[in-house]
T-cell receptor, first 114, second 113 residues
């Protein structure tokens, strides 16, 4: 069965430090991959997506992610974190299901220290 | 472009009562999803519609949950009767086509007391 694992439940970084959030997926073929961010009381906002092609994808707010097929990973990175990046981050895999469905990881809550 | 609209934003009910949530997807989006997000967890798919037909409802607790999508546009999700464990945020999302990303509404936070 398809699944997404985000091994870090909480991460704390200082403002200006670099960030990497981990995501591993389980799927038989090359999936479509997504990172979403959720601020308190809000819905999910798409940060970036990978469908095919270049394995390093750029997203909004200065985020990027790298797809590594050999490791079944799609880690999210940002070179310099801002206080406003504090939120919960979800990795998701898109799989064919009739049309399409999205399976989410359990999320990583990011705290940013001033 | 207007986003996915959901109402109400918040709802508090007693257990065994019924409740309904409404979702208006982005215009032209054929696929509509309802997700349940329990505190501290990722969103879990409850039901997926393609136009007004159900594609996947394998994780919908059908003894108490029901959903419909009228004329392939708006959708309602109903819980009857509610249980304490139904306390969660219910997220509606839509997608224009297979392989595109999903666009989410702000969600409805349900508290069952």
């Amino acid at each position: 069965a398809q699944s997404v694992t985000q091994p870090d439940i909480h991460i704390t970084v200082s403002e200006g430090a670099s960030l990497e959030l981990r995501c591993n997926y389980s799927y038989g073929a090359t999936p479509y991959l997504f990172w979403y961010v959720q601020s308190p009381g809000q819905g999910l906002q798409l940060l970036l997506k990978y469908f095919s092609g270049d394995t390093l994808v750029q997203g909004i707010k200065g985020f990027e992610a790298e797809f590594k097929r050999s490791q079944s990973s799609f880690n999210l990175r940002k070179p310099s974190v801002h206080w406003s990046d504090a939120a919960e981050y979800f990795c998701a895999v898109g799989v064919p299901s009739g049309t399409y469905k999205y399976i989410f990881g359990t999320g990583t809550r990011l705290k940013v220290l001033a | 472009e207007a986003g996915v609209a959901q109402s109400p934003r918040y709802k508090i009910i007693e257990k065994r009562q019924s409740v309904a949530f409404w979702c208006n997807p982005i215009s032209g989006h054929a696929t509509l999803y309802w997700y349940q997000q329990i505190l501290g967890q990722g969103p879990k798919l409850l039901i997926q519609f393609q136009n007004n037909g159900v594609v996947d409802d394998s994780q919908l607790p059908k003894d108490r949950f029901s959903a419909e999508r009228l004329k392939g546009v708006d959708s309602t999700l109903k819980i009857q009767p509610a249980k304490l464990e139904d306390s969660a945020v219910y997220l509606c999302a839509s997608s224009p086509r297979a392989g595109s990303e999903a666009f989410f509404g702000q969600g409805t936070r349900l508290t069952v007391v």
